[in-house]
């Protein structure tokens, strides 16, 4: 049996329907199981990441575990997985922990919590995925209003990724850990694409013709300040305006590991195009 915690989220909520279709034993980690929308087939289970010791009914009888970066006390949550017997945990980083610069905090949460998960003693293997394509999803506010989307860092280029592939990955992970234990994986989609691009594309699926507006360095920290720690906004900034971190590069272990290519940017729109509607 198999734990995923942020089984709600962009790559729990695919990770934990890919385990219950390939008939893995799943339990999908949720603050309040009565409101998550799940399928019925999943166990959903209470716990708070936030408190470690909440996670131990959870914890009983897994054998293997997905386990979300960033919590106030890594070291916890993983004490309480190795008291569990947990035979492997896959963590979710971010490429960014590659860097080793604890001067970020982004990065500084992601080394922490990948630190915790090496120190823990249970088997372990950390995936570094580049930027999600579910990211495009922030533009459906703008898009029902018109056709222009304003976009900070509208000159990163970023090798994007599906989640879905992400959940695949470790997939993969669980149902064969042997060779995976003890291994950092980076991961990305199969094109480096800019904003511009990645909208452009989205737009031909849509059939409408979409026009990015790159939005000023001053705009874009007004508006991420209010939606984020200042912290984390001088974060972004220091990966996409200083350059301290390059997403661009093409990795090829995600079809090393699934034995096909990743989907396409122009797949995952297709897919999710009546989000967008």
């Known amino acids: 049996m198999f734990l995923v915690t942020g089984a709600t989220g962009n790559v729990g909520g695919e990770l934990v329907r890919l385990l219950a279709r390939t008939h893995q034993g799943v339990r999908a980690l949720t603050r309040d199981p009565a409101s998550a929308e799940l399928p019925a087939t999943i166990e959903a289970v209470p716990g708070d990441l936030n408190v470690a010791r909440t996670l131990r009914p959870a914890l009983a009888g897994a054998r293997g575990v997905f386990l979300l970066p960033g919590y106030p006390d890594m070291p916890a949550i993983l004490t309480e997985i190795r008291a569990a017997g947990v035979e492997h945990v896959v963590l979710l980083s ?11 905090a982004i990065s500084a949460y992601m080394i922490r919590s990948e630190e915790a998960a090496k120190y823990s003693g249970v088997p372990w293997t950390i995936l570094r995925p580049s930027g999600f394509m579910s990211n495009a999803l922030r533009w459906i506010p703008q898009l029902r209003a018109g056709d222009v989307v304003r976009e900070p860092f509208a000159d990163a280029a970023v090798a994007v990724i599906d989640p879905a592939d992400i959940a695949a990955v470790a997939a993969a992970v669980f149902r064969s850990p042997r060779p995976h234990k003890g291994q950092t994986y ?6 480096a694409l800019l904003p511009g691009d990645r909208l452009r594309l989205l737009g031909a699926v849509l059939r409408r013709n979409l026009r990015l507006e790159a939005l000023p360095h001053d705009e874009a920290r007004e508006q991420m300040s209010r939606e984020m720690p200042a912290a984390y906004v001088d974060a972004f900034f220091d990966f996409y305006v200083h350059g301290t971190l390059d997403e661009s590069r093409v990795h090829p272990t995600a079809a090393q590991i699934l034995g096909r290519p990743p989907r396409t940017f122009l797949q995952w729109a297709h897919e999710h195009k009546e989000a967008f509607r």
């Open 186 to 191: 980076e991961l990305s989609g199969p094109d």
């Open 94 to 104: 971010g490429s960014s922990a590659a860097s080793g610069d604890m001067s970020n």
